[in-house]
């Protein structure tokens, strides 16, 4: 009689100690996996798995966080966990090869940028006095195949950036009055080029700013590369100003008298 009570103790102690190292844990899916009990790190989950408790493919690579905590009077569930998709890979994003950026070349030609005025722009929520002008700058497709790229209808300033903190982008009349600004692929054909005009301005009439120096600086363009029959990136803006989707193909330095 003694043999079954020694059996459940026996098993009991098995349980207690199983779960001091293993739980099932919620997903923001509303799906339960197994986890360490003690593990505040990133959840290790294989994109096998991952795939079956959320298909969306944007959530292919994101890490999944512990977000339960406890300060001693308030208590969340110590057993969520969220997908953190800012450390996820957007879908559509291929990065740059070196092939890429020996074809896909950027340029400005100095001759042809047109003379800077001294005008007036908007500039955080003030009016200020600046210099302006348009840069031409050029994205050559030295490959043997149509580049395909994309950016978006109307912000397509997004893919731009310059080198120096007190050069900035003017935005355009079409900016301004977009009703549907959205992806969209381009194209260059082999051996083309084609032109932006990049409106281009820095500020005079800050306390350290010098109006007649000459400026000089770079141009880049964060440049995606469209995938056949794949999603178009959609936040083209969040993909420049992360250092692993940036994309960033440089211009030769321009300089504005």
Known sequence: MKKPYLIIIFLLAIVSKSYGRFLSIKLDTGKSVLASAKNNNPLKINSTSLADVR?????????????????????????????????????????????????????????????????????????????????????????????????????????????????????????????KNNPMVFQVPPHQQVIFNIPVYYLTDGVDSKPFATKSFKIGMSLYKYQERKQLPVDIYTLTHKAKTANIIWSNEVVIR
């Open 55 to 179: 298909p969306d493919s944007s959530f292919t690579n994101a890490k999944l966080i512990r977000t339960g905590w406890s300060d001693g009077i308030f208590n969340t569930s110590p057993n969520f966990y969220r997908h953190d998709l800012a450390s996820a890979i957007p879908a559509g994003f291929e990065e740059l090869s070196v092939t890429d950026r020996q074809n896909f070349i950027i340029s400005v030609n100095q001759e042809a940028i047109k003379q800077a005025k001294d005008t007036v722009c908007y500039h955080d929520k003030k009016l200020h006095r600046c210099i302006y002008t348009l840069v031409p700058m050029q994205l050559n497709n030295l490959s043997a195949d149509t580049l395909k790229y994309v950016n978006m209808s109307c912000s397509w300033l997004d893919a731009f950036r310059t080198d120096k903190e007190n050069i900035s982008f003017l935005p355009t009349a079409l900016m301004l009055e977009c009703y």
